[in-house]
T-cell receptor, first 108, second 115 residues
Framework: RKEVEQDPGPFNVPEGATVAFNCTYS??????FFWYRQDCRKEPKLLMS???SGNEDGRFTAQLNRASQYISLLIRDSKLSDSATYLC?????????FGQGTELSVKP | DAGVTQSPTHLIKTRGQQVTLRCSPK?????VSWYQQALGQGPQFIFQ???????QRGNFPDRFSGHQFPNYSSELNVNALLLGDSALYLC??????????????FGQGTRLTVV
């Protein structure tokens, strides 16, 4: 079993759609949680950190459920520029463990 | 403020050869981690350097080694290259210091092709 598992994707959605990504992690000792975005052939960039209380940044909302070891990302009102691969990431003592990523393609 | 810089950006090597990749961390960061990203996969942790020592290591063979210099820059060395070593190699810098994790910033990566 992979340490971090994500929806396989790809997700193909029209502009304006709401899309949700889910992720589970296996190590309950994981300390902090993130969503990274990676554009084609580029480096990953931090999209947002994820907290148990939930956090929102504009159209993006992230949620963590420690009891279920589950992380989610919701994107509202999708834009063409949101097309990318979204990586679920957990921190274990400074070591980042990545999911395989979920590809999102937003179409006009 | 320069971010994380890696060199070279692309590299083609032959099986059995050795390669050295380089990374300069973001200004003010003291920790460098290396990741391997195969096509269609998420990055896999190779190892992390802090205070010129390997602090953590992932499940990679001894053919993968590294070094951190006093100015915090780092090198990743891979010996006896295999076709399966073809990947994007990412360097990430962070300020770990006391052990509390801060945001990791990634370099643009080195794309290694082994033929």
């Amino acid at each position: 079993r992979k340490e971090v598992e994500q929806d396989p994707g790809p997700f193909n959605v029209p502009e304006g759609a709401t899309v949700a990504f889910n992720c589970t992690y296996s190590n309950s000792a994981s300390q902090s949680f993130f969503w990274y975005r990676q554009d084609c052939r580029k480096e990953p960039k931090l999209l947002m950190s994820v907290y148990s209380s939930g956090n929102e940044d504009g159209r993006f909302t992230a949620q963590l459920n420690r009891a279920s070891q589950y992380i989610s990302l919701l994107i509202r009102d999708s834009k063409l520029s949101d097309s990318a691969t979204y990586l679920c990431v957990v921190n274990q003592g400074g070591k980042l463990i990545f999911g395989q990523g979920t590809e999102l393609s937003v179409k006009p | 403020d320069a971010g994380v810089t890696q060199s070279p950006t692309h590299l083609i090597k032959t099986r059995g050869q050795q390669v050295t990749l380089r990374c300069s961390p973001k200004s003010g960061h003291d920790t460098v981690s290396w990741y391997q990203q195969a096509l269609g996969q998420g990055p896999q942790f190779i190892f992390q350097y802090y205070e010129e020592e390997e602090r953590q290591r992932g499940n990679f063979p001894d053919r993968f080694s590294g070094h951190q210099f006093p100015n915090y820059s780092s090198e990743l060395n891979v010996n006896a290259l295999l076709l399966g070593d073809s990947a994007l190699y990412l360097c990430a810098s962070s300020l770990v210091g006391t052990g509390d994790f801060t945001e990791a910033f990634f370099g643009q990566g080195t794309r290694l092709t082994v033929v």
